[in-house]
């Protein structure tokens, strides 16, 4: 923990101001070690200045017609595009992931906008006349008030956006807490928010961990709280939030089976399930983290995803030819190192070890190459605990029932996928696999903007998903209205 001069900046009522924060932590480029800003540990106080200024601005902003609001968000479909490149640094720079990776984050996060503004449409209501003889019905949907997004690390330009284009296109007002350990990226996209020219207090960005969160989740002009990270925080948010009385929706932790049946096309299979595995140093929550080979499927896909694995190329993400780069934090490094060690020790066997790696020039870096262990006992830590890192477990079973019941004795249900060339199997696994996500023949099954992120057991607690309609529903709270004029009213016309 540092204590520098020049920490970011909060953006509230539309205005870049300081926190009233008196600690701050050091953002890390987690490749080379540098420090690239101090971020500051906002307080209550912070949260509550943001809430009023929100709440003063939802008063006209829900009054702004929805063609109209979804003019700022045509704006910032531009901008984003404009600054797709610089945007894209600055995620590589503070996450690690490649440049390559951080672009495709960005084009998901503007997929969202650009859904968001059909709302003219999505946000309509239906009505029915002639209920019962000359009375009406009519359900109409309306903004739920000050919304809250809370976003994780692993993806600080695109996750925040499956929820903020849908909140201020319905109405609502948004305060949006990055993580504090990627907070840059939000800090470069909220100067584009105020490019667009929305009025004051319509999107507010509060830095800060814990006590931001719980500030928010107390909050009592706080509507509404999306909320994306592990698990155990994500039962804690939810929890709490809930018992706050606000609606919630708050995405987990997860542990992604992939399952390989012999007649795979086991080229496309390995290719896909490696970027699964490995792809943003496997700092997915749709990372494939679990390979269940079928039969025969264990001799071919063993050797091609050991191979694959083996010649992926480790380094710095803004550097050229770079498919993986580090981890987070070193503190993730060792957890991850430790993981593996404790998957040795019970039973599982190395395949690869891509743990204490050399990458030439970045010494200080959060490396990791990727790692394979198979002979994986599926009720070991291993198997049963995310690892967040570029770690792939391989169990080998007979049948595809056998490796269903894997997927399904999993806590947590984010994706599943099957590598498959048969009909039959996929339509089984797709009706009998007990996750939100389901993939064949796919390795990240992320949903496109106008389908529901969805969501599991451990991996989902709430009702309402992420993106399109489920988004809409989540930001709009239902009003049902009864009508009767009876026809005598009218003879004065
Ligand atoms: P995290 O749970 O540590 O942090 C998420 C957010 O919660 C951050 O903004 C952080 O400041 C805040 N937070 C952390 N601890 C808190 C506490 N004790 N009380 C209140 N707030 C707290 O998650 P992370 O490490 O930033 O992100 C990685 C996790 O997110 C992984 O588990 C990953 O699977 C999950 N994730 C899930 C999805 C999904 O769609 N299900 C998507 C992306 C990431």
């Known amino acids: 923990m540092v204590h520098l001069k020049t920490p970011l900046l909060n953006y509230i009522n539309g205005k870049w101001c300081p926190s009233q924060a008196t600690e701050l932590l050091d953002v890390v480029n987690p490749a080379t070690a540098q420090s690239l800003a101090q971020v500051p540990l906002s307080r209550k106080s912070d949260v509550d200045e943001a809430a009023v200024a929100a709440a003063t601005a939802f008063t006209s902003w829900r009054t702004t017609p929805p063609t109209a609001r979804v003019q700022y968000l045509f704006k910032l479909k531009y901008l984003l595009e404009e600054n797709l490149d610089e945007l894209s640094r600055t995620i590589t720079m503070e996450c690690g992931k490649t440049l390559a990776e951080s672009k495709a984050e960005l084009e998901r996060a503007i997929e969202n906008v650009e859904v968001a503004c059909g709302i003219p449409t999505l946000m309509q209501g239906y009505n029915l006349e002639d209920i019962a003889r000359g009375i009406d019905e009519m359900m109409i949907r309306q903004p739920v008030g000050v919304t809250a997004i809370i976003a994780p690390f692993n993806f600080p330009g695109m996750i925040p956006f499956w929820f903020l284009p849908y909140s201020i296109a319905c109405g609502n007002t948004a305060i949006v807490k990055p993580s504090e350990k990627v907070p840059l990226t939000m800090e470069k996209i909220f100067h584009l928010l105020e490019a667009t020219g929305l009025p004051p207090g319509v999107v507010n960005l509060v830095n800060g961990a814990k006590e931001v969160v719980d500030a928010i989740l107390e909050h009592p002009t706080i509507r509404a709280i999306s909320f994306v990270g592990s698990s155990p925080v994500a039962k804690y948010v939810y929890s709490k939030g809930a018992a706050f009385g606000k609606r919630m929706q708050c995405q987990g932790g997860a542990k992604n089976p992939i399952v390989v049946l012999p007649d795979a096309d086991m080229e496309m299979t390995t290719r896909i ?120 477990s391989l169990m080998y079973v007979e049948t595809i029932a056998d490796a269903i019941a894997i997927v399904n004795r999993s806590k947590w249900g984010n994706m599943a996928c099957l590598f498959t060339s048969s009909g039959a199997a996929a339509r089984r696994f797709r009706y009998e696999a007990q996750a939100g996500n389901i993939g064949i023949n796919i390795g990240v099954a992320a949903p496109m903007a106008f389908f529901p992120f969805s969501g599991w057991k451990d991996s989902f607690f709430g009702d309402l998903h992420g993106q399109g309609r489920d988004a809409v529903e989540f930001f709009t709270q239902t009003k049902v209205v009864v009508e009767r004029w009876p026809k005598d009213w009218s003879r004065q016309f």
Do not use: W
Not at 337 to 349: D, K, M, S, T, W
Not at 362 to 367: A, H, K, L, M, T
Not at 368 to 391: D, K
């Open 273 to 392: 399930a490696a970027d699964s595995a490995f792809g943003c140093a496997g700092q997915r929550c749709l990372a494939a983290s679990v390979a269940v080979a079928v039969g025969e499927a264990r001799y071919s896909f063993k050797d091609a995803i050991a191979s694959s694995a083996q010649n992926r190329i480790v380094g710095y993400g803004l550097d050229t030819g770079v498919e993986m780069g580090p981890v987070i934090t070193r503190e993730s490094k060792s957890r991850i190192e430790g993981l593996v060690a404790r998957g040795i020790e019970e039973g599982a066997q190395l395949l690869i070890d891509g743990r204490h790696p050399q990458i030439s020039g970045y010494s200080e870096g959060n490396f990791l190459r990727p790692t394979i262990l198979e002979n994986v006992n599926p009720q070991s830590t291993l198997a049963e605990t995310e690892i967040f890192g570029p770690v792939l």
